[in-house]
């Protein structure tokens, strides 16, 4: 058996050595983009439930908003009471997720409200807001406010449709 140089020993270890830690780096990205990918995927997770939970309102207020029947350039149709479109109105002042004003007493308003403080974390009553805007082809806007425990901003997210 031929013997080593005393320059060439310990350079199989000293490789090895670098293969784990080349090994180990690749590990702990893998490590850190799961957990990014996991963040992600719940962001998305809440918009959708956000998205879902403004149209289901917007269906009801269309559904449930009173509709008259008037005679209009002399055929008799159903239009949209501005003044029950109102009702549905909740705290239409304020600040994008720090809203102000008066809230809502409408029924269907209120267990809307309870269904977003349990679908949407860290959202509160005074995070959402309906305003109804009549005199712009009965728009109603939507936005409702959230914050979960790992994002650093309040998220939020904004439906305008127009009741007719």
Known sequence: MKCMPASQSGVVLLEALIGILIFSLGVLSLVAMSTSAVRVQGDAEYRTEAMNLAEQL??????S??????TVNGRLTAVVNSATLNNYQHQAGGTLCAYSGSTSTQGLVTSW???VQNTLPGSA??????????????QVRITL???????SKVRHHTLVTYVN
């Open 65 to 70: 908003v009173d509709r008259p029947q008037q």
């Open 58 to 63: 917007a269906s009801t207020i269309w559904s």
């Open 145 to 151: 406010c959230w914050q979960a425990p790992s994002d």
């Open 125 to 138: 009553s005074g995070m959402q807001q309906i305003v109804v805007t009549p005199a712009n082809s009965n």
């Open 113 to 115: 409200l309870t269904k």
